[in-house]
C-alpha cells in the first residue's frame, strides 16, 4: 500500500520540482548574468524552460530527461550565456539517472552527458578553459554520487523489508508445524493405543472392544476439531468455527480421559486459584502437558502420569511427570521437547526436562502472565 502511494504521488512531485526549477531559471538567469557581466540573450529563456520542464518525467524516463537536458544545458554554455540556474536541472537529471536506473548504464549516460557538455570548453563562445573541465566533472560527479547513495540505500531497505517478511513467513510456518505436530502426534498415539487395545479384546471381550473403538471416535472427532481450529489461524480468508473452543488449560478433563482410555491413568492438582489466563500463555501451558502425556503414551510403557498446575500472581507453572522407564525411553531424540522448549523460551518464560526424582521423567515450565505484570 505504501509503495503504491509512492508511485502514485512520484509524478506530482516531479511536477512540482519541474515547476520549482522553471520560476528559479526565469529569476534567476538574468541576476547571474549581471554578476557575472554577462550578457543574457532571449534565447537563453526558452532552453531554461525546456531543461526545467523535462524534469517532469524524470522518474518515467530519466534517461530521456538527461538527453534533452545535457542538450538545452550544453546549447546554453556554447553560446556563451552565464552559468546559472539551468545547471539545477542538470543536477538533477544526472542524480535521477543514478537513483532510478542500473549503475553501470547511468554511469555510461552520464559519462556520454559530461563529454558532451564539455563541448562548451572547446567550441563555445566564451570557453572557459581547463577551469572548465574541472567545474563540468563536478557538476556529474556529485550529483551521480548522491544519486547511486540513494538507490543503494532503497535496494538495501528493500532487501531487509524482504529479508523481515521471509523470516516472519518461517516463524509463521514453524508455529504452524509445531501446532500440528501436537494437535496430529497426541491424537494419532491415543489412537494407536486404543486400537491395540481393541484389537486385543475383539476376540474375548468384544464389550470392552467396543468401548475402546467408542474411545477412537470420540479421540479422533476432538483431534479433527483441534487441527480445524489450528488451520483456521493460517487460512485467514476462513472464519473460525466460534462453537470449538481453542485450546487451553480448560481442555485438561478432555485431555485426562482420552489418556485413561488409552490406558495411562492422569492425575490433575492445582495450585492456587484458577483463573483466565492470557490466550497465548493458555495455548502454550496446554501443548505442554499435551506433548508430555504423548510422550508418556509413546515411550513410558505401563505408567501413571501426574499434571500439576501452579497459578502464581505473576507466572503460571506446568509440570507432568510420569513413573515410566525414565528418561532412556521419554523420547529426547525427536521433536517434542524441542517444540514444547520453543513455545515456553517464545513467551519468556522457562524450561526443563529430565528424570524424575523417584522414577520415570519429568517436564516442568514456567510461563509469565506479562499482563499481570504490567
Known amino acids: 500500500m505504501r509503495r503504491e502511494r509512492g508511485q502514485r504521488g512520484g509524478p506530482l512531485l516531479d511536477g512540482l520540482i519541474a515547476l520549482l526549477l522553471l520560476l528559479i531559471g526565469l529569476a534567476g538567469t538574468a541576476p547571474a548574468g549581471l554578476d557575472q557581466g554577462v550578457d543574457v ?3 537563453a529563456y526558452p532552453l531554461v524552460v525546456v531543461a526545467a520542464l523535462a524534469v517532469a518525467v524524470r522518474r518515467r524516463w530519466p534517461l530521456v530527461t538527461l538527453a534533452v537536458v545535457t542538450a538545452a544545458c550544453t546549447a546554453y554554455l556554447i553560446l556563451g550565456l552565464p552559468y546559472g540556474p539551468i545547471l539545477l ?10 537513483a532510478y536506473r542500473p549503475l553501470r548504464a547511468a554511469a555510461v549516460a552520464n559519462g556520454v552527458a559530461l563529454l558532451v557538455l564539455l563541448t562548451h570548453v572547446v567550441v563555445g563562445v566564451r570557453p572557459p578553459g581547463l577551469l572548465g573541465l574541472n567545474a563540468a566533472a563536478a557538476w556529474v560527479v556529485v550529483p551521480f554520487a548522491v544519486g547511486a547513495t540513494v ?4 535496494e538495501s531497505a528493500a532487501r531487509n523489508r524482504t529479508d523481515e517478511a521471509r523470516r516472519l513467513a518461517d516463524a509463521e510456518r514453524l508455529r504452524v508445524a509445531r501446532e500440528v ?26 464389550e470392552q472392544a467396543e468401548a475402546a473403538l467408542t474411545a477412537i471416535s470420540r479421540t479422533s472427532k476432538e483431534a479433527l476439531d483441534e487441527l480445524r ?26 485431555l485426562r480421559e482420552r489418556l485413561a482410555g488409552a490406558g495411562v491413568p492422569v492425575t490433575v492438582e492445582v495450585d492456587g486459584e484458577r483463573r483466565a ?27 501413571t502420569a501426574a499434571v500439576r498446575l501452579r497459578y502464581a500472581p505473576a507466572e503460571v507453572a506446568v509440570e507432568v511427570t510420569d513413573t515410566g522407564r525414565g528418561p532412556a525411553a521419554a523420547g529426547t531424540g525427536g521433536s517434542g521437547l524441542a517444540g514444547m522448549r520453543e513455545r515456553v523460551t517464545a513467551l519468556g518464560g522457562t524450561f526443563a526436562a529430565g528424570p524424575a526424582p523417584a522414577r520415570g521423567f519429568r517436564v516442568y515450565a514456567t510461563l509469565p502472565l506479562q499482563e499481570e505484570v504490567a
Open 151 to 154: 538507490r543503494l540505500n532503497r
Open 277 to 303: 489466563l492470557p490466550v497465548a500463555v493458555d495455548l502454550a501451558a496446554y501443548r505442554v502437558v499435551q506433548e508430555a502425556l504423548t510422550n508418556v503414551l509413546r515411550h513410558a510403557g505401563p505408567a
Open 41 to 43: 540573450h532571449p534565447v
Open 89 to 98: 536541472s542538470f543536477f538533477v537529471a544526472v542524480y535521477s539517472t543514478a
Open 229 to 254: 481450529v489450528t488451520l483456521t489461524v493460517v487460512r485467514r480468508d476462513e472464519p473460525a468455527d466460534e462453537r470449538t473452543p481453542v485450546p487451553g488449560l480448560a481442555q485438561l478433563p478432555q
Open 181 to 206: 505436530h501436537d494437535v496430529v502426534g497426541h491424537g494419532l498415539a491415543a489412537i494407536h493405543l486404543q486400537a491395540e487395545v481393541a484389537l486385543h479384546l475383539l476376540a474375548r471381550k468384544p
